[in-house]
């Protein structure tokens, strides 16, 4: 039938229609029963189309169900297994015409029947599948064998209870003898189902049963090669010559067509490794991993994105694997942009010190495209390569400040927090560039670029002549900005006063009565409180907290956990790894994955090990240096302790006191006491005293601060 007729299919038809074109003889001429094919094909396109109404017929194709052609009774099939759950009584009627297929001379009418009778999720259907099925396992026609095996699995998964307790799971066993291929394939996907879903069931592989399939491999199909190769991940390894010479009898199949195939034997390839003593065996398998994944990459965009997402996997644990392939990885110009996403990831991953003007050059050629969001993320990956590759910083910031010059507004914001990253992990390097950033003030909308900025002006109040003046700019919207940009703005406003008292001393105040009485935001009011109680009880210790060395900051932020990295591994060629997430939190009901201890295990190069003994090796330091620290505090007599409560209460009315006081006289510079000196206000001789930062009311209770101050803003360098 030509599409053109199929297509008149699709029109919503009327019940009491089609049950007279399906009750409709046809005639004697009709012996191929047309006129009944037609009327099921118009049913089942109805059912297809979710018109409900189809139901109605059910007892009508329970009557035509037994006619004696394959193709009806597929489509009544279909119908059945689609309405059975909605009228499991009618469903009933079926049961013995499936019951009589699965004896007929036809290996594919009993390959349908029982495929069917396995769809449906009818406790008297399951009940009445196991007894026949347990024939059918030893079919003599592989076909239907294969199709057993595969409804033992579609069983458990209706009543597991009840496949335990009979012999299935055994028959499926004694399948992984059969002499066809394609039936062993098939029984290992099913025990490897069974296996996913129960608790109780434990899959063990020897290496004489792994040697086996592994030698079956070229006669399967390419989807009875993906379960082989998925069984091979329950094989574990008691030496470590077995895991070397079973990996290398698989790696014909990495230059297989299929992609499955490819993705497959890539994830039992890596797993096998952790495996592998010979660091020279590890490095052959290494090169021979790169040509598939690149060979993936001439594929369609789908294939593309899910090698190029398991690349980003690989190459955290392997980075060998594509060390010297970073070309390959260049955007085209008609890649999706989601291709391109990830593509850069993998740029940015591999470049190093000897190819990073190579790497510049192909970023700043993306910085110019027409899609704004790969733009972003170009600009973003020349800052984080700032970070990365120290000697190349002075290059990456050159490529930035020339496209700062193109004057174009998201491109501008980009390079602004990119910067400000760059400032901290180089502080007193590069910030003869500040001026250029000022100049772009009026770029910055993105509430992002503000507060990097803004971060920018308070960290380098006392290099910029007029930084109060940009402070109180950014301040005149301080009301309309969203909360990160007022907490840059806080903070800022406090190292300003710090830095140059003479300056801030009137923005402060204003700033600080905000950020405590004007805000509903907790973080907000809490920080406000916190620089309040610290600049009126202790200067020294603020300018010790706001303006102290800052943590240590990388390009290493979009790395996984080792123990999530190794799981990973585990289920390369899944949508776990789209998503770099562990399998458990993408599918529900899958069982996590985890490396099996055996003799052969490399543990000490596992990355989980690796991480644990660095976090033993720390803590044993900071125990030590905690010793340490309190025998010097307290040496002999042991800590004096006061009432906390009374402390609490003191620094209280101290604050209220000082706060009450205050006059804008009393703020004219500040001393040597723990801030910097005012050039226009200090003198040599002057005795240092202790400044008010704000007027206020009382503060009320007192929280004792467990943490120093942040800046305002995470950090900028995940894509």
Not at 147 to 176: G, P, Q, W
Not at 540 to 547: D, F, Q, R
Request: hydrophobic share 40%; with cysteine; proline share 4%.
């Amino acid at each position: 039938m030509s599409s053109g007729q199929d297509a008149k299919l699709f029109a919503r038809g009327k019940v009491a229609e089609l049950r007279l074109e399906l009750n409709s003889s046809g005639g004697k001429k009709d012996k191929n029963f047309s006129s009944k094919k037609i009327a099921l094909k118009k049913i089942v396109a109805n059912m297809t189309m979710s018109n409900n109404d189809m139901v109605a017929l059910f007892p009508d194709i329970v009557g035509v169900m037994g006619t004696q052609s394959l193709e009806i009774k597929k489509m009544c099939f279909l119908y059945l297994v689609n309405y059975a759950r909605t009228k499991p009584e009618i469903a009933l009627k079926a049961l013995p015409i499936l019951l009589n297929d699965l004896e007929d001379s036809n290996p594919l009418m009993r390959a349908l029947a029982l495929r069917t009778l396995s769809y449906v999720h009818v406790k008297q259907y399951v009940e009445n599948t196991v007894q026949p099925l347990k024939g059918l396992l030893q079919d003599s026609d592989p076909y239907v064998r294969k199709t057993a095996a595969f409804c033992v699995a579609k069983l458990y998964d209706h009543d597991r209870h009840l496949v335990e307790s009979s012999d299935l799971i055994d028959r499926l066993n004694k399948m992984l003898r059969d002499e066809n291929p394609t039936v062993v394939s098939s029984a290992l996907a099913s025990l490897m189902d069974i296996w996913e879903r129960s608790e109780s069931i434990k899959l063990t592989i020897d290496y004489a049963s792994a040697s086996k399939i592994v030698q079956i491999l070229p006669d399967c199909s390419e989807w009875g090669q993906t379960y082989i190769l998925e069984a091979l991940t329950s094989y574990v390894p008691q030496d470590t010559s077995e895991a070397a010479l079973l990996a290398d009898r698989i790696t014909p199949r990495l230059s297989h067509t299929n992609s499955a195939v490819v993705l497959t034997c890539i994830r039992v390839i890596l797993y096998l490794m952790n495996y592998i003593e010979s660091e020279k065996t590890i490095a052959l398998l290494c090169t021979k991993l790169s040509p598939p994944l690149v060979t993936l990459l001439s594929k369609g965009p789908e294939i593309q994105y899910l090698a190029l997402r398991n690349a980003l996997l690989i190459l955290q644990r392997r980075p060998e694997v594509l060390r010297n392939d970073i070309r390959v990885f260049f955007c085209k110009y008609n890649d999706p942009i989601y291709v391109k996403v990830t593509k850069l990831e993998l740029i940015f991953m591999l470049a190093s010190e000897k190819n990073i003007r190579e790497v510049l050059t192909e970023l700043r050629e993306y910085a110019t495209e027409i899609d704004v969001h790969f733009v972003r993320k170009s600009v973003r990956a020349i800052g984080k390569l700032a970070i990365k590759i120290e000697p190349a910083a002075k290059l990456c910031i050159a490529s930035l400040l020339e496209l700062v010059a193109t004057k174009v507004s998201y491109i501008v914001q980009e390079a602004t927090v990119v910067i400000k990253n760059i400032f901290r992990k180089y502080p007193n390097q590069y910030e003869s560039i500040i001026s250029t950033l000022c100049e772009n003030l009026d770029s910055l909308d993105e509430p992002e670029a503000k507060a990097a900025m803004i971060w920018v002006i308070g960290q380098y109040a006392d290099r910029i002549e007029n930084s109060e003046v940009l402070l109180e700019d950014f301040l005149d919207g301080w009301a309309d900005e969203t909360h990160d940009v007022q907490l840059a703005l806080l903070t800022a406003t406090v190292k300003l006063f710090i830095q140059r008292p003479g300056k801030g001393q009137d923005l402060v105040p204003k700033v600080l009565k905000w950020a405590t009485e004007d805000t509903d935001n907790p973080d907000l009011r809490d920080r406000g409180y916190m620089y309040w109680r610290l600049l009126s009880r202790n200067p020294a210790a603020a300018k010790g907290i706001v303006m102290g060395e800052k943590p240590a900051i990388t390009a290493e932020s979009e790395k996984l956990d080792p123990g999530t990295l190794e799981e990973m591994c585990l289920v390369v060629g899944t949508l776990a790894t789209v998503y770099l997430k562990p399998v458990h939190t993408v599918f529900r009901s899958a069982r996590a994955r985890k490396l099996q201890d055996s003799p052969a295990l490399q543990k000490e190069r596992l990355p989980s090990w690796q991480a644990a003994q660095q976090a033993k090796l720390l803590t044993e330091r900071q125990l030590a240096g905690g010793q340490q620290q309190q025998q010097q505090q307290y040496p002999a007599n042991g800590p004096t302790t006061n009432g906390g409560g009374g402390r609490n209460a003191d620094a209280l009315e101290e604050a209220d006191a000082l706060f009450a006081s205050m006059g804008g006289q009393n703020m004219a510079s500040l001393m040597n006491d723990g801030f910097a000196v005012s050039p226009t206000h200090a003198t040599h001789g002057e005795q240092s005293q202790m400044y008010i930062v704000n007027q206020g009311q009382g503060l009320g209770t007192m929280r004792p601060m467990t943490h120093a101050a942040e800046e305002g803003e995470g950090d900028l360098l995940s894509f």
